[in-house]
């Protein structure tokens, strides 16, 4: 079976930087030959989509291996688990890996839901008693957390800055050249409070240090200045 590439499993897979890519090439091309076989579902690439595109490209023989999934969404969901096992991944990669793969197992679990009241309605019979045993609420952001290798805080400030619609900061965050803690401080609504926390630290230094000697009180309060103009400009400076 000729493998074949579905853009929706393949936006799944997040592309190798470049240099990894010319490695990976290299390899392949030193040896003239795939060393790892590319998994098929169906005919469609779940793994090896990069592989696949070097010997294509170069005329190299490569090996398939059949997978065995019930359905579309499961063989999304061994896609997202397999590439978050992977360790070339960046934090933001893999956060939204994990909210990929809650948004397959909520739509899952609503086509199931469905078609269990389908058949309930076809075939006039009761549901399966659910269990009466207490279950423990599930804190969804600690789980997408856990799923992505992350702390829950480094996962709020991500959301944070997606959710702000600040293309630019979130291309450079999945581009590597910054972290997603430095990006959430450089968020208009974050700098608005740190600017803020400064403005509250000036006041309160000035209020708590009265001196009695005019000129040493003058240049105090010069140097302060300073210290706060200097902040202020390296906070601006990181937007």
Not at 183 to 193: G, I, N
Request: one cysteine or more.
């Amino acid at each position: 079976m000729k493998p074949h590439i579905d853009p929706e499993f393949k936006a799944l897979m997040p592309p190798l930087a470049a240099e990894e890519y010319y490695q990976l090439e290299q390899n392949i091309l030193l040896h003239r030959k795939c060393h790892d076989a590319i998994l098929l579902w169906d005919g469609i690439i779940v793994d090896g989509y990069n592989r696949f595109c070097i010997c294509v490209t170069h005329g190299i023989g490569f090996e398939v291996k059949e997978m065995d999934f019930a359905s579309r969404a499961d063989a999304k969901i061994w896609i997202i688990e397999n590439q978050l096992g992977r360790r070339n991944l960046n934090a933001a990669q893999r956060i939204e890996l994990a909210l990929c793969k809650e948004g397959v197992l909520r739509a899952k679990a609503k086509e199931n839901l469905s078609r269990c009241g389908g058949d309930k309605t076809r075939a006039g019979a009761p549901l399966a008693k659910t269990s009466t045993t207490p279950q423990e609420p599930i804190n969804v952001r600690e789980t997408l957390a856990e799923e992505a290798n992350i702390s829950g805080r480094t996962l709020h400030n991500y959301l944070q800055i997606k959710n702000s619609g600040n293309t630019e900061l979130l291309e450079r965050i999945h581009n590597g050249e910054l972290k997603i803690g430095t990006a959430h401080r450089m968020l208009p609504s974050e700098m608005d409070k740190q600017l803020d926390q400064v403005d509250k630290m000036y006041a309160y230094i000035k209020k708590h240090l009265p001196l009695e000697d005019e000129s040493e009180n003058r240049h105090v309060n010069e140097r302060l200045n300073q210290l706060v103009e200097q902040l202020r400009r390296l906070l601006c400076a990181s937007t």
